[in-house]
């Protein structure tokens, strides 16, 4: 009797203090689609040292007298061998950019110090004392610390590496972070693609881009005939005269690119007025590269403009900071269009381009992910807003909101990795908001076509690999039909197993792909009672209705 009251009071004491907010007990996903961050979860183990040597292994050095771990959470890397580092497997993915910020507290030389060896493909990185922040593409699955120069010794209290892309934050207490694949890029094969925009007229004093290079020599863009933009051996070029030039790649003054997706910015204090455009082309020479998110301006960006571009993608464009106004953005082209042979210019200056070969890119991380903006869908064409027409896009069509949601044109997908906490459940419960119109889609899906929750193609719900599932319907009324009215409805799966998953992806099974949007995403460990079930459809009903 004593274990029964004990239990009841524990329930009851749960939905109480749970009353007016989503049950979290036993939460292990929640995906808000609020925002999108540009930097993924922490990489690093133990990377301010606190834990001493764990985590952290050498195996060349036993035991590692090079290496010391003092008490004040820092570690220093010393003269005494030749063969001086520490390491951790397995925390990178090749040819994924990451961001490193790592804290020099000492150092008996300033160059050749600290690199990360392999790691990055960074052959040396700042090794002055403090706080550094670099990026790089990681060519090895491993990350070193090393000390390189004999007698030389380092001492380092921190390190961080986090994937640098969109993501989704978990607002659980976990980081089962949803990285975003819904961005459009216009790739060019180098042979005879290009966007011809013809004489547009417009003055330069900035421009912003995303560009994918296929190699580190390709041709980026023509102004004028004597102004251009070219990548020649990793090194972004200025052809013509570019008074007071500043060149940003993702938010840092440098003019090294690789073959990652990287936001360019460059500026020059006079107008460069151009009356030649062309993008992936130069004189009779073409560029293989993709790009997105071409914007021009008749102002100059400062270094705080840039990282405002880079960190928020379109908070410039749509004046949310920053020191330029809308009237200074006199071209814009999102080249998010998906199909056809204009590449519409949303400024409103009319530049439209004709595209002659190149094609779209879809399902892109990094570059400004559509399924966190609103945009127009017309005849197969994703329109972005008209910064001069909110609710609009460059033709007048009223945009479809994405309404605090991840708003999936067809194209696109989330992409949470696979993690102990998701693994682990066996009877288990998801819950997400869906505004659809369409009757053809797969809401969760794991690895293969034979993993999937929320499927539908006949009016019901059917779930693959998935445990024995009860489905509820805008609280705990047992309902498995999705309902196609285009509003917003509550749908709950209870009896999930997720044991032998080892992806989990938002949409992306083929033929079945998300066209709607999605918020609200909650995976619980445990089944939730009918109490607790409409108590998440209720404390979020306000903002779905």
Known sequence: MINVIQNTIGALARRASTAASIITQNLQLWLGFTKADVLGAELVENGDFSLGSDDWWNPALTPP?????????????????????IRQSNVLDIDTTYSITYTIDSASADINVLKLVSSLGIAVIPTSNGTHTVVGTAISTTLYIERTSNGVNATISNISIKEVSQFAPDKSTNTNNAKLFTGKALGFDGVNDLVDLSNPNINLKSICFWVNLDTTSEQIFNLTSTHNITASSGVITLVGTWSNSNIYVDGVATTSIG?????????????????????????????????????????????????????NPN???????????????????ALSEGSGSI???????????????????????????????????????????????????????????????????????????????????????????????????????????????????????????????????????????????????????????????????????????????????????????????????????????
């Open 65 to 85: 007298n090079s290496v010391v771990f003092n008490a004040n959470n820092s570690v220093t890397l010393t003269s005494v061998d030749s063969n001086v580092y």
């Open 259 to 311: 073959t990652t997706p990287k936001r360019v910015v460059i500026t020059t204090d006079t107008n460069i007025l151009v009356n030649d455009l062309e993008f992936a082309k130069i004189g009779s020479d073409y560029g293989a590269l993709s790009l997105a998110d071409v914007q021009i301006y008749d102002a100059e960006l400062s270094l705080p403009d840039a990282l405002i571009d880079y960190n």
């Open 315 to 333: 908070d410039l464009v749509f004046n949310k900071g920053g020191s330029v106004a809308l009237a200074n953005l006199v071209g814009y082209w």
């Open 343 to 545: 590449a519409y210019d949303s400024s409103g200056g009319g530049n439209n381009g004709t595209i002659t070969g190149a094609t779209y890119d879809d399902k892109q991380p990094t570059i400004p992910q559509l399924g966190m903006m609103d945009w127009s869908n017309t005849s197969g064409k994703t329109l972005i807003e008209a910064p001069n027409n909110v609710g609009y896009d460059i033709l007048g069509n009223a945009l479809r909101l994405r309404e605090g949601g991840f708003n999936l044109d067809g194209s696109g997908y989330g992409s949470i990795a696979s993690d102990a906490t998701l693994t682990a459940i066996t009877t288990g419960t998801i819950q997400f908001w869906l505004k659809t119109s369409t009757t053809k889609f797969s809401v969760l899906n794991g690895q293969t076509s034979s993993e999937f929750i929320g499927q539908t193609d006949s009016g019901v719900w059917t779930d693959g690999n998935a445990g024995t599932i009860t489905a509820y319907k805008d609280g705990s009324t047992a309902n498995t039909s999705p309902v196609y009215d285009g509003d917003w409805h509550f749908y709950t799966f209870t009896g999930v197993n997720l044991s032998t998953w080892t992806s989990f992806l938002i949409s992306n099974l083929t033929a079945f792909e998300l066209d709607c949007i999605i918020d609200e995403l909650l995976i619980y460990s445990d089944v939730l009672t009918a109490t607790e079930i409409d108590n998440n459809f209720n404390v979020s009903s306000a903002t779905h209705s």
